[in-house]
């Protein structure tokens, strides 16, 4: 990997770290030469300190490590982005990230499709949603909804109609959202259970 630490005159780079799994940019740091042969060397990310004028591991302190995962270089040679496995919360404020976010799992539309079923189930202004009388009825209900449409899907999938089937695929996914919330679960339980299998 050849990257080049003399465009700054500090000779120091920005250092992007970004968690392994979550994909959450959990903070910035600046490494030199040193730094990064070091990173490379104990697996653990170390970063050039400029308060402190000397080289820094995260967590050699507070024991919340970031363990090296890959290094990649951007276009120009002279930014990393640094993907870690974190031990604890990343900033010192105790934060999970420098931003104040939770370092939790996104799953992208389907987070924001769990966010509105949500609203829905709870919704106490009158209104009348297909999710929120579903809820109504009942967990069996919504069960059994999961049943129709998974028995759709195989039925659909053994079709040659690639467009039925993910119409039927999307109905039991939807469903399925539901039930688990019905369960008190979401896709992040769920990530968590195939997590423990991953052998």
Not at 25 to 35: D, K, P, Q, S
Not at 77 to 106: A, F, K, Q, R, Y
Not at 127 to 154: C, D, M, P, R
Request: hydrophobic letters at 35%.
């Amino acid at each position: 990997m050849e990257i080049d630490f003399t465009k700054n005159t500090d000779g120091l780079i920005p250092a992007i770290i970004q968690d392994a799994t979550t994909k959450n940019v959990l903070m910035l740091g600046y490494m030199n030469a040193e730094a990064f042969e070091k990173t490379q060397e104990t697996k653990k990310v170390t970063f050039y300190s400029r308060s402190k004028k000397r080289l820094w591991t995260k967590g050699e302190e507070s024991g919340n490590f970031l363990n090296l995962v890959t290094i990649k270089n951007d276009c120009d040679n002279d930014t990393l982005l640094i993907s870690v496995n974190p031990v604890g919360p990343t900033c010192h404020t105790g934060s999970d990230t420098c931003w104040n976010e939770e370092n939790s799992s996104n799953f992208g539309f389907f987070s924001h499709l769990e966010n509105v079923i949500e609203q829905r189930r709870t919704s106490s202004d009158g209104s009348t949603s297909y999710v929120a009388s579903l809820f109504e009825k009942g967990i069996n209900k919504i069960a059994q909804k999961v049943g129709e449409e998974a028995v759709e899907t195989v039925i659909e999938a053994m079709d040659s109609n690639d467009d039925l089937f993910l119409y039927e695929s999307a109905d039991l996914l939807f469903h399925y959202l539901m039930l688990l919330q019905a369960k008190g679960f979401t896709l992040k339980d769920i990530e968590a259970e195939l997590q423990k299998r991953q052998k």
